[in-house]
């Protein structure tokens, strides 16, 4: 289980690093290097509309990589899913801007973002399944919790070198190649990634259902048998994807835009966060095993809820250290939904469709959260104003969080009492 552990959790950071970096670049340099023409507003609006573009393929991947998964394994799936992202990666840091290539330099963008896209639509998935199928019931939220500190790790790493380039770099060189080198970086993670995976077997759940029978069109049956629970389970995944990006790509903007903050300090503020988050996910994961996946969702919007307008209003202080503490506050509010994730989403679906079940439930939510959820708040906030764009955008992510919890409240509670050597239930 420890080398299942490890090789999900750097596959994911891995994966989340590649989606990371764009999400960094499309808040710093992306609207003045591919939309030039356009008002400061309207290039952020444009470069965070190619960023959505990465989570309008996740559920064409999400239908792909989960046919693979179904029907071929979940090893292919996590091989197959780390090369898709990171050579799409790596083409967006080779790609000339507008002033080269004019037109066609921001479609090519898009492009490569919807095939990174294509890719994590199968990653998360894949790096669960394979974790929660190999470890045993009772430890089954703890194990699959370790890829869940996979997308904190990539962010960190995206950031932390995006960061040093911004620092080290003066703006005109940063511009003109510093942005690219995060980039091309992401080549030299995937070959590593490649290796790591390469060796891992399947899981005990994946061979009884090759010996018993597949699912001859995997998407089709979860379409048919469990088309509502797919519904439910993309609302409760909403909230926690509106949330991150508000916290972690919409505020990056805001503050280092409107609100004039200085780029490498708000990142760095971001940056501890996350790290604050990633150490607590494992902790909330295991948590999950005791109390419950569906009452630790339901606390973790609760408080999501609560904590996101008063984040976004200490961004007006432009003190660090309080900016900071609210983001690692608001994010341990998510990171207690989004440690049993991992267990309690694959615990919904059937075996036989459990990869495309998961994978399109999760991957929609993606898309009505994180893609939405930037482009929406930049919107609100243009037209709300100074002042009061904050409360604007903290309600509306606060609603979002809400919807959320009720879809949360219609979904079973997976928890099975647990079981010693011979299978006797334990009080």
């Known amino acids: 289980m420890g080398r299942i552990a490890a090789a999900c959790f750097a596959g994911t950071a891995i994966e989340y690093y590649d989606f990371s970096v764009y999400g960094v670049a499309a808040a710093l340099v992306f609207g003045p290097l591919f939309f030039p023409t356009f008002s400061p507003t309207a290039g952020l609006l444009a470069a965070f509309g190619a960023f959505a573009?990465?989570?309008?393929?996740?559920?064409?991947?999400?239908?792909?990589?989960?046919h693979v998964g179904d029907r071929f394994g979940r090893r292919t799936v996590l091989l197959g899913s780390l090369l898709t992202t990171g050579l799409a990666t790596v083409g967006v840091g080779l790609l000339p801007g507008y002033d080269t290539l004019g037109v066609a330099a921001p479609a090519l963008l898009v492009l490569l973002r919807f095939v990174q896209g294509l890719g994590v639509g199968g990653e998360w998935t894949g790096a669960v399944l394979l974790a929660s199928e190999h470890a045993p019931p009772h430890r089954r939220g703890l194990w699959a919790g370790f890829p869940q500190v996979g997308p904190a790790v990539g962010y960190l790493l995206a950031n932390g070198l995006?960061?040093?380039?911004?620092?080290?770099?003066?703006?005109?060189?940063?511009?003109?190649?510093?942005?690219?080198?995060?980039?091309?970086?992401?080549?030299?993670?995937?070959?590593?990634?490649?290796?790591?995976?390469?060796?891992?077997g399947e899981t005990p759940e994946f061979r009884r259902v090759a010996a018993e029978g597949r699912a001859a069109a995997p998407f089709a049956e979860?379409?048919?048998?469990?088309?509502?629970?797919?519904?439910?389970?993309?609302?409760?995944t909403a909230g926690a994807y509106a949330l991150y990006y508000g916290v972690v790509a919409w505020s990056l903007a805001h503050a280092t835009g409107p609100l004039g903050m200085d780029p490498s300090t708000m990142l760095a503020c971001l940056m501890a966060a996350v790290a604050v988050m990633g150490?607590?996910?494992?902790?909330?994961?295991?948590?999950?095993?005791?109390?419950?996946?569906?009452?630790?969702?339901l606390a973790g919007y609760a408080a999501m809820v609560v904590c996101i307008v008063p984040y976004l209003l200490l961004l007006r202080t432009g003190e660090p250290v309080w900016i900071a503490a609210g983001a690692a506050v608001t994010l341990l509010a998510l990171v207690v939904m989004l440690g049993v994730q991992g267990a309690y989403l694959p615990e919904l679906f059937a075996a036989r469709v459990r990869c495309t079940g998961t994978a399109v439930s999760y991957n929609l939510g993606a898309v009505l959260g994180g893609a939405v959820a930037p482009l929406a708040a930049t919107r609100i906030a243009a037209s709300a104003g100074a002042g009061t764009a904050e409360w604007a955008v903290g309600g509306y992510l606060a609603v979002v969080c809400a919807a959320s919890l009720l879809c949360v409240l219609r979904l079973p509670d997976t928890r099975q009492p647990r079981r010693d050597a011979k299978g006797l239930a334990l009080k």
């Open 162 to 200: 995006m960061l040093a380039m911004s620092a080290g770099l003066s703006e005109e060189a940063f511009l003109a190649w510093g942005w690219r080198v995060p980039f091309w970086a992401a080549g030299v993670l995937m070959v590593a990634g490649y290796a790591l995976r390469h060796g891992l």
């Open 279 to 297: 150490l607590a996910t494992p902790v909330a994961a295991a948590l999950g095993d005791r109390f419950g996946r569906r009452r630790m969702s």
């Open 53 to 66: 573009a990465g989570f309008l393929a996740r559920p064409l991947g999400s239908v792909v990589f989960g």
């Open 222 to 236: 979860v379409v048919r048998g469990h088309g509502r629970r797919v519904l439910l389970v993309a609302g409760a």
